[in-house]
């Protein structure tokens, strides 16, 4: 899959959970021989050392075939990589080009030998040198992956190249990876897959997987689930663990194949024991989600952990995420947070996200913005586009960074483009207000509507608000409305009041106070501040319901207590009337000193003439009612 090269407020997102991958991520490990993950040893040792030395010393081959048996640990045989390098070294000091290239594996992986990427280089020229192709593309893998050399895309591609023309099929597979992935060459998924092809036809394992994926995915070839199996059955007929991890979640998911969850999780208990991390982590959560099993937080604990013990980042970031939420463990933010730097220092760049959240929020940690700003930096680096969308919140806001309405406008253009539809929302508004970019209500309605596309509810809330102006447009109550319920439907809460007040109003809809009133009721039940103060006017006015000033208090106090301003006057005129509760001025102060603090103009002015009042009985006046208006 080709990768994707103020305002509104900052969005902080915590640990969220995570979801179980669909036929994980098209492998992007490069040259087999180089980077497989090690093969479980099989039984103990049923051939004698003495028996294998005879063997070996019939001919290079020999030897190389019995190194073979040692660094896998097959054939009675256990595993001992300082026994395998011994008959490599044999068998290359006398010319042998595979073996060449299996020392030079051994050097780059560190098995039996100290790790030495510029030894391993070096080996792996001397295997190209005496004939062997495959070396070729595990040069090519070490440029790409910088192993002992500066990463160098071009000179991974030259070297794969030639190794998949000379018929290498893991240096065909790795160029298609390489295509796919967009290094080195355009991103181009046919060209992907015709590689990833050939090299399946050519008995590439891995390739067989990769293909299957993608067939599974509709990337680069038609999506086609009875091809996917196909090649997801031959990669895992040939022992390659991602193929057996992706044909568990093809019968998991019930793509091209009877939904089946013993099946699934037979296939990813294969890739598990074959040292797939992915497997691992699908197994976790089919017991987080009780997916055809009992729920069980323990066991999805517990195959985290094993997929973590195997450097998954994945892994990492969703412990941290069973800490912050407090599933299966005690609920510790510390953990969390420290889980999430090891994910981060594995380059996962949601984790370095959540690290910034939590300082952001002060959970874990002190509040500090400038490391907030610095980890939410470092995930946008690592390509994070909800990050980049923070970032430019930062910006907009002055946290943690100094106050620039046009950086912000670069972040949330960076998010935008990069497909986070609250970045598109974001830029949208800069537009619409003029901040960090000339203001222009037709670029305005643009990202609103691409926001909007991509199911973002604020975005639909703007776009009302633009035809309820006029902004950019002509004023029209029609397209208010269907915005406003477009987002509602949506599930915003906001918007749900807003409906609920077009309805009160007769804005672009027939007046309706029972519609009005069961709009409201959606909205507060969302724990909307705004639906549950219009809701209490409902009850002061007796609109769409019979008039109680009793459930009007109610509503106010859950509104007041949300922070709306407006709700927190009206409790204050309830009790400065004795409307629901007994007349109470000290109560009312009390409610109009609060809406006051906050602003509210009204409030500030009865409250200074009760404080009159309590001076001089003489200038009491009747109570006002605050402004009736939704």
């Known amino acids: 899959m080709c990768p994707k090269t103020g305002c509104a407020s900052v969005s902080l997102r915590t640990a969220s959970r995570l979801v179980l991958f669909f036929l994980g991520v098209l492998t992007t490990v490069l040259a087999k021989p180089v980077v497989a993950a090690d093969p479980p ?28 048996m040692y660094d896998e640990g097959t054939d009675g045989v256990p595993r001992d990589y300082a026994k395998a390098m011994a008959y490599w070294r044999k068998a290359a000091d006398v010319g042998n080009a595979e073996a060449m290239r299996h020392v030079g594996s051994l050097y780059l992986h560190g098995h039996g030998v100290a790790e030495d990427d510029q030894q391993a280089l070096a080996w792996y020229h001397k295997a190209v040198d005496a004939g062997d192709v495959a070396a070729m593309g595990c040069i090519g893998a070490v440029y790409a992956l910088g192993k002992g050399v500066t990463e160098d895309d071009a000179q991974a591609i030259m070297w794969l190249r030639k190794g998949a023309e000379a018929g290498d099929p893991a240096s065909m597979g790795n160029l298609g990876q390489m295509y796919a992935a967009g290094k080195g060459v355009p991103c181009d998924d046919a060209q992907a897959a015709a590689w990833l092809q050939k090299a399946a036809d050519a008995g590439d394992a891995q390739s067989m997987g990769n293909l299957g994926g993608r067939y599974a995915l509709g990337k680069g070839v038609p999506q086609d689930f009875t091809k996917a199996l196909k090649w997801l059955q031959k990669g895992a007929d040939a022992h390659d663990p991602n193929s057996m991890s992706n044909l568990g979640a093809m019968y998991e998911h019930g793509n091209g194949v009877a939904q089946d969850i013993t099946q699934a999780m ?30 069980d937080y323990q066991q999805e604990m517990t195959w985290l952990r094993k997929a973590a013990d195997a450097n998954s980042a994945e892994a990492m970031k969703a412990i941290g995420v069973l800490y912050k939420s407090g599933y ?20 996962d ?8 959240s939590e300082y952001a929020l002060g959970q874990g940690v002190t509040q500090d913005w400038e ?8 995930s946008a680096d690592a390509g994070d586009a909800e990050s980049m969308n923070v970032i430019g919140g930062l910006y907009g806001k002055g946290l943690g960074v100094n106050k620039d309405d046009a950086q912000a406008a670069t972040w949330f253009r960076k998010a935008a483009e990069a497909g986070n539809a609250s970045g ?46 006029g902004e950019g447009v002509p004023k029209d109550n029609q397209q208010v409305a269907t915005w406003l319920r477009k987002a509602a439907d949506a599930g915003d809460a906001e918007a749900m009041g ?22 409201l009721r959606k909205g507060a039940s969302a724990n909307d501040p705004g639906s549950m103060y219009k809701l209490g006017y409902m009850y002061t006015q007796g609109q ?37 509760v007994a007349t109470d001025k000290e109560q009312a102060m009390i409610w109009y000193r609060k809406a006051a603090d906050l602003g509210n103009a009204d409030a500030k002015a009865r409250l200074a003439e009760l404080e009159a009042q309590s001076v001089n009985p003489a200038s009491t006046r009747p109570a006002p009612y605050p402004d009736g208006s939704l």
């Open 41 to 68: 040893a099989t039984g103990p040792a049923t051939r004698s050392a003495e028996d294998l030395d005879r063997e070996a010393a019939r001919s290079p081959a020999d030897a190389v075939r019995v190194g073979m």
């Open 266 to 295: 037979m296939w990813y208990r294969k890739a598990a024991d074959a040292g797939s991390t992915e497997a691992m982590f699908n197994i976790a959560m089919v017991y987080e989600h009780g997916t055809g099993v009992a729920q």
């Open 328 to 347: 299966g463990v005690a609920q510790d933010d510390q953990q969390a947070l420290a889980w999430w730097r090891k994910a981060a220092d594995g380059g």
């Open 349 to 356: 760049a949601e984790a370095m996200h959540n690290i910034g």
């Open 371 to 378: 490391q907030a700003a610095t980890w939410y930096r470092k």
């Open 424 to 469: 598109m929302a974001n830029l949208g508004l800069l537009y619409e207000l003029g901040n960090g970019v000339t203001q222009d209500y037709a670029q305005a309605m643009i990202w609103y509507r691409k926001a909007a596309d991509a199911g973002d509810t604020n975005a639909m809330s703007r776009i009302a608000r633009m035809y309820l102006k």
């Open 498 to 519: 807003n409906v609920g007040a077009l309805y009160a109003s007769g804005i672009g809809v027939a007046k309706d106070y029972e519609q009005a009133v069961k709009w």
């Open 544 to 580: 769409g319901v019979i008039q109680d000033y009793g459930q009007a208090m109610t509503w106010f106090r859950k509104s007041a207590d949300a922070g709306n301003v407006d709700a927190m006057e009206w409790i204050g005129s309830l009790y400065d009337h004795g409307l629901g």
